[in-house]
């Protein structure tokens, strides 16, 4: 059973950039597969991008080339960096972690999440 800790979160302006880190305890780190998820105000939970054991990454549209996934295993870490944050960016963000990153509705356990609020 893995526990999660997202921080990093905060308010910034349209443009501005946030480094999310989630602390993934409770099992063997080297072997997860990682994923950074977000809920928006009324909307469902969505995946943003993931990263597995070995560092290959992946995204949605909508986030690539502006974020970046980077894990580091000494420090049991996933790191989303966020740059050219958009008013849309505004969520809670959410990390989970598995065998390979999945959608929402396939995580039983989730974290507490962390707030990023972008404005215009």
Not at 35 to 52: D, H, M, S
Not at 68 to 73: H, Q
Request: glycine share 16%; proline share 2%; aromatic share 10%.
């Amino acid at each position: 059973q893995v526990h999660l800790v997202e921080s990093g979160g905060g308010l910034v302006q349209s443009g501005g950039s946030l480094r999310l880190s989630c602390v993934i305890s409770g099992g063997v780190f080297g072997i997860y597969a990682a994923g950074w998820f977000r809920q928006a105000p009324g909307k469902q939970r969505e995946l943003v991008g993931g990263i597995t054991s070995d560092g290959s990454t992946n995204y949605v549209d909508s986030v690539k080339g502006r974020f970046t996934i980077s894990r580091d295993n000494a420090k049991n870490t996933v790191y989303l960096q966020m740059n050219d944050l958009k008013p849309e960016d505004t969520a809670v963000y959410y990390c989970n972690a598995g065998l390979t990153v999945g959608s929402p509705d396939e995580y039983v356990q989730w974290g507490q999440g962390t707030q990023v609020t972008v404005s215009a």
